[in-house]
C-alpha cells in the first residue's frame, strides 16, 4: 500500500544546514515533493522530483532520492529562522491515478538562534 | 500567492447541520483538487475534478460531496456534520494538460463544528 513516514521534529542551529528525510512504500511513485507549511497558512510547493532523477538543486534547497531505499531529503542550505515551518513529504503516481497526493505526517523544523 | 482562492476562511457551525466550502482555482488550471487536514488524519485527499467532471476520489465520505462548474470553480459540500469533521479543508488547482503534477494550494478553510 501506500505510505509515506517522517520524524515529526528537526532542530537546527540558524546558519547550519536542515536535513529532512523522507521515505515512501510504494515503488509506482514518480513524483515526490517537499511542501512547506507555516503556521496559519497554506501549502506552499517547495519543489518536486521525476522518480528517474537522482538530485535536483534549486537556490538554498537541494533533493537527494534513492529510489532503491525510498529515500528522499530535503537539505535546506545557511537555515534562517523564516524557514521554521512544517515541511511536508509527498508523492503521485503516473497519469492513471491523477497525481493524487499521497502525504507524510509532516517535520516540523524548529530553528535555534 | 498561488493565485487559489478559497472561501470561508473560517467557519464554525453545529453538528447536523450543511456547509458548502467554495475553490476558485488559478487561471487556466483545469483540475481540482480537495484535502481535508485533521490533527487525527494528517493530510488526505479527498477528490478531484477535471474540467467539470469527477476524476478520482480518496478518502472522502458519503456525507460529503462536490461539484465543478462550467466557469471551473468547485465547491465542497459538507453535511450532516460531526465533530470529528472539524478540519482545515484545502482546495488545490493544476494546469491538467501542461505540468499537471504540479498542485497550488489554497490558503484553505477552517471547519469547526461545535
Known amino acids: 500500500g501506500e505510505d509515506v513516514e517522517q520524524s515529526l521534529f528537526l532542530s537546527v542551529r540558524e546558519g547550519d544546514s536542515s536535513v529532512i528525510n523522507c521515505t515512501y512504500t510504494d515503488s509506482s511513485s514518480t513524483y515526490l515533493y517537499w511542501y512547506k507549511q507555516e503556521p496559519g497558512a497554506g501549502l506552499q510547493l517547495l519543489t518536486y522530483?521525476?522518480?528517474n532523477m537522482d538530485m535536483k538543486q534549486d537556490q538554498r534547497l537541494t533533493v537527494l532520492l534513492n529510489k532503491k531505499d525510498k529515500h528522499l531529503s530535503l537539505r535546506i542550505a545557511d537555515t534562517q529562522t523564516g524557514d521554521s515551518a512544517i515541511y511536508f513529504c509527498?508523492?503521485?503516481?503516473?497519469?492513471?491515478?491523477?497525481?493524487?497526493?499521497?502525504w507524510g505526517a509532516g517535520t516540523k523544523l524548529i530553528i535555534k538562534p | 500567492d498561488s493565485g487559489v482562492t478559497q472561501t470561508p476562511k473560517h467557519l464554525i457551525t453545529a453538528t447536523g447541520q450543511r456547509v458548502t466550502l467554495r475553490c476558485s482555482p488559478r487561471s487556466g488550471d483545469l483540475s481540482v483538487y480537495w484535502y481535508q487536514q485533521s490533527l487525527d488524519q494528517g493530510l488526505q485527499f479527498l477528490i478531484q475534478?477535471?474540467?467539470?467532471?469527477?476524476?478520482a476520489k480518496g478518502n472522502i465520505l458519503e456525507r460529503f460531496s462536490a461539484q465543478q462548474f462550467p466557469d471551473l470553480h468547485s465547491e465542497l459540500n459538507l453535511s450532516s456534520l460531526e465533530l470529528g469533521d472539524s478540519a482545515l479543508y484545502f482546495c488545490?488547482?493544476?494546469?491538467?494538460?501542461?505540468?499537471?503534477?504540479?498542485?497550488?494550494f489554497g490558503p484553505g478553510t477552517r471547519l469547526t463544528v461545535t
Open positions: 522530483i521525476f522518480s
Open positions: 509527498a508523492e503521485s503516481m503516473s497519469e492513471d491515478s491523477n497525481y493524487q497526493l499521497i
Open positions: 488545490a488547482s493544476s494546469a491538467g494538460r501542461d505540468r499537471p503534477y504540479e498542485q497550488y
Open positions: 475534478y477535471y474540467n467539470g467532471e469527477e476524476r
